[in-house]
């Protein structure tokens, strides 16, 4: 549909309907909800309009454009919405050839029984006395793949009154469900030539909006043909980024009557400056009369460079859990995967590791309200789900955009940890960004003890004769399957130790760790107090998670982990200090024909110099060489390497550091 304002065809006032007219109404929810009306009872948020991926709590409605949602497992929610309704105003039905209702949704679960609705329901009701009595129409029920956004079409055929009023509604009955997405909803006659676009990659105010300088962008999107009978064999996209000159694809794509169909453009929009640009992307089919679902508007945003992203996922568990040994497995083999590219900590609920102390009880509590059952993955803090879908979200998640590099240098010292972060924005980040630091310990253990609500023990019900024996669940060192109800010998990974601010189940990171306004490009340092080491816990075994907290209120992202760094992880743009270097520069960034790497070393280290495309190939090396502490600079030509990002990296005998190029030609 076209995200513009509203629209409301001459019909919906009463006046004669004309063939080519063909929408009847239609809400796409940018200018708001009127003159639609929404109205909840029981309690509940009820319908809210956002254009952002929403978090639920077994997973995220992906992003779309502005779109309206009845969150029920928004975490930390305990509210109900019992019922809440989103209502048109009225319209006629009255001569319209064909009529259909078509509209995009997103829902996680729902059930319908039978009249009345006696369980929890999404579902579609029509008036034709202006609004006094409704029928059903029918309801939004789950299916398999219905986490994705899908277009939805109904015959409204038996309906012809000049006084109809449409309304969605959804209901949990008092029970706890997920939630249901709804956008772009429009009554029309589906007798003429109509091809519409319903969505379009990327999505404005998304992660997924952000592109370094000198990258190409493959802009795509989705189109619906609105014809009742015939199918579309081909159509004209069109874009044009700013005000600079329209570029047109002819796209051969089988439309199917009533159906969709992704499409992309063959060619790319390469981003040229460091800032946000319009994106306007449009849609024409040879015969159509309705020019008013044709386009959309998205943005592309230009930055210096595209950080090293590393998802957090915390898990919720407990010994006494015994499907917990599934977050074990999944946590263990996503870390052997790529410990580079993730964080991972194992968040104890009602267990020795749990009451450790009043940092570790209050992250239990924070975590606790984010989730609705255990074991549960939250990731970044902005949606939640099982730990088997732990490889989808990294693959599908792992190069969102990251706002900053991040470095981080961790030492043990006596009785202390001591850390300091240091920030590297890749866009200007003014509001209220924080640093949270976690102390994490592996293989942590203990006596046996009792099973309970203090015991050691780690409860499985994958052992041979527990309930859910007949899955595999097994990762190197562990086979739960051949282990017994009762694991003795647990050795527990990623255990929580600790956190700074040890409040963390009220409040966002450390207050005033950063400043208000981070220029890009530009390092960033907070020294951590620093942290007492238990006598309990194994030095050796520690290791120090840095997060970068979003606490601005107000913001799409409040309370989100942006990024985050492991002091076992890649140092990126910072010191690294098992390789004696720091502060790497790499100028002009971006570059054209040449650049120069500039970095301290603190001791007289053997250097080698390469450079990697963002495909991890190496594209150029310089023999490595001996130098002094103190200052260095390396010069070196970029005249052969095409626009793009690259990665420079020194490296010492005792590790390395990095650092992004943007070269633009």
């Known amino acids: 549909m076209k995200k513009t304002l509203l629209s409301l065809a001459l019909s919906c006032f009463g006046l004669a309907f004309s063939s080519s007219a063909q929408t009847v109404i239609s809400q796409n929810f940018e200018s708001g909800f009127a003159p639609w009306t929404v109205a909840t009872t029981g309690g509940g948020a009820g319908w809210t309009l956002t254009n952002t991926a929403t978090a639920t709590q077994l997973g995220t409605i992906p992003a779309h454009t502005r779109y309206a949602v009845v969150n029920e497992g928004v975490l930390g929610s305990t509210s109900y919405n019992n019922p809440t309704t989103m209502t048109s105003p009225v319209f006629s039905l009255a001569g319209v050839s064909s009529p259909y209702l078509?509209?995009?949704?997103?829902?996680?679960?729902?059930?319908?029984?039978?009249?009345?609705?006696?369980?929890?329901?999404?579902?579609?009701?029509?008036?034709?006395?202006?609004?006094?009595?409704?029928?059903?129409?029918?309801?939004?029920?789950?299916?398999t793949g219905t986490d994705i956004w899908n277009t939805r079409f109904i015959s409204l055929s038996t309906y012809t009154s000049a006084t109809c009023v449409l309304r969605f509604t959804y209901t949990d009955h008092g029970g706890h469900i997920i939630g249901i997405a709804v956008d772009n909803i429009m009554v029309y006659g589906a007798s003429a030539t109509d091809i519409g676009l319903t969505s379009v990659s990327p999505v404005a105010g998304s992660a997924a909006d952000y592109f370094a300088v000198g990258t190409g962008v493959t802009f795509s999107g989705n189109v619906t043909n609105y014809n009742a009978t015939t199918a579309i064999t081909s159509f004209t996209a069109n874009y044009q980024v700013g005000s600079g000159s329209v570029v047109t694809n002819t796209i051969s794509v089988s439309v199917p009557a009533l159906g969709t169909a992704p499409f992309s453009f063959t060619t790319p929009y390469t981003v040229a400056t460091a800032s946000q640009v319009p994106v306007k992307i449009w849609v024409t089919c040879t015969g159509e009369t309705n020019l008013n679902n044709d386009s959309m508007n998205t943005a592309v945003i230009g930055v210096a460079f595209m950080p090293v992203k590393r998802l957090l996922f915390e898990e919720a568990t407990g010994t006494w859990c015994g499907w917990c040994v599934r977050g074990i497995v999944y946590m263990d083999s996503l870390w052997r995967a790529d410990s580079n590219r993730v964080n991972i900590v194992s968040v104890h609920n009602n267990d020795p590791m749990a009451n450790m102390n009043a940092s570790t009880t209050a992250y239990d509590s924070k975590l606790g309200t984010m989730i609705s059952g255990y074991p549960t993955m939250v990731i970044d803090r902005r949606e939640s789900t099982d730990p088997s879908s732990a490889f989808d979200v990294y693959s599908a998640e792992n190069s969102v955009f990251g706002f900053a590099d991040m470095g981080l240098k961790a030492t043990t010292t006596g009785g202390n940890v001591n850390a300091t972060v240091r920030i590297n924005p890749a866009t200007t980040l003014t509001g209220d960004y924080r640093i949270e630091l976690v102390v994490e310990e592996d293989n942590v253990t203990s006596g046996g003890g009792a099973l309970g609500s203090n015991g050691w023990k780690q409860h499985n019900y994958y052992a041979v004769g527990g309930s859910g024996h007949s899955t595999i669940m097994k990762t190197i060192g562990w086979d739960f399957n051949n282990l017994p109800t009762d694991i003795t010998t647990m050795a527990y990974p990623f255990v929580a130790r600790t956190t700074l601010p040890a409040n963390i189940n009220t409040t966002n990171g450390i207050a005033s760790s950063l400043p208000g306004t981070m220029a890009v490009s530009t390092f960033y340092d907070y020294t951590a107090p620093a942290i007492a080491?238990?006598?309990?816990?194994?030095?050796?075994?520690?290791?120090?998670?840095?997060?970068?907290?979003?606490?601005?209120?107000?913001?799409?992202?409040?309370?989100?982990?942006?990024?985050?760094?492991?002091?076992?992880?890649?140092?990126?743009?910072?010191?690294?200090?098992?390789?004696?270097?720091?502060?790497?520069?790499?100028?002009?960034?971006?570059?054209?024909?040449?650049?120069?790497?500039?970095?301290?070393?603190?001791?007289?280290?053997?250097?080698?110099?390469?450079?990697?495309?963002?495909?991890?190939?190496?594209?150029?090396?310089?023999?490595?060489?001996?130098?002094?502490?103190?200052?260095?600079?390396?010069?070196?030509?970029?005249?052969?390497?095409?626009?793009?990002?690259?990665?420079?990296?020194?490296?010492?005998?005792?590790?390395k550091i990095s650092q992004h190029l943007s070269i633009v030609k």
């Not at 996680?108 to 039978?114: D, E, F, H, V």
């Not at 130098?627 to 005249?639: D, L």
């Open 102 to 143: 078509v509209f995009d949704w997103l829902y996680y679960q729902a059930w319908l029984s039978a009249s009345p609705y006696t369980h929890e329901a999404a579902y579609i009701e029509m008036s034709t006395d202006g609004g006094t009595t409704f029928g059903l129409v029918d309801s939004i029920v789950y299916s």
């Open 533 to 655: 080491i238990d006598p309990a816990w194994n030095a050796s075994k520690l290791r120090v998670i840095a997060l970068l907290i979003d606490n601005t209120t107000g913001s799409a992202s409040f309370g989100h982990v942006l990024n985050s760094i492991s002091s076992r992880g890649i140092y990126v743009g910072v010191s690294d200090i098992h390789a004696g270097v720091e502060n790497l520069t790499v100028y002009p960034n971006p570059a054209s024909n040449f650049a120069s790497a500039k970095f301290m070393l603190s001791n007289t280290s053997t250097v080698s110099f390469s450079v990697y495309d963002m495909l991890g190939r190496e594209v150029m090396n310089h023999a490595a060489e001996e130098m002094t502490a103190g200052g260095q600079q390396i010069n070196f030509s970029t005249e052969t390497l095409s626009s793009g990002v690259y990665n420079v990296v020194i490296t010492t005998e005792n590790g």
